[in-house]
Nanobody, 117 residues
């Protein structure tokens, strides 16, 4: 299963973007048992967890994005989303989606988000 994140781009500080990560090749029963997340990697830094959607449906966020980012999914479309509001220059990074189905973990090709001040 190959994932491709999209929705990145260049915005000014305070702007919004919505990232998408379709995973239509994952069957619904597996999709519903998956832990999903968005990570990001800024230039010269390690990849870090931004937001997580657990199998049980709860969400967890990195402190720096709490209240600004929202992770969600559409089961019918088998698509993972990350709504990003009030973007800050520090959010500039390549964003990756991650879907862990237990027996296997899938990573999407990243999408670049650039926030200018």
């Amino acid at each position: 299963v190959q994932l491709q994140a999209s929705g990145g781009g260049s915005v000014q500080a305070g702007g919004s973007l919505k990232l998408s990560c379709p995973a239509r090749r994952i069957i619904l029963s597996t999709w519903n048992r998956s832990r999903m997340a968005w990570y990001r990697q800024a230039a010269g830094k390690q990849r870090e967890l931004v937001a997580e959607l657990t199998i049980g449906g709860s969400t967890n966020y990195q402190n720096s994005v709490k209240g600004r980012f929202t992770i969600s999914k559409d089961n019918a479309k088998r698509t993972l989303y990350l709504q990003m509001n009030s973007l800050e220059p520090e959010d500039t990074a390549v964003y990756y989606c991650n879907i862990d189905v237990g027996s296997q973990e899938y990573w999407g090709q990243g999408t670049l988000v650039t926030v200018s001040s």
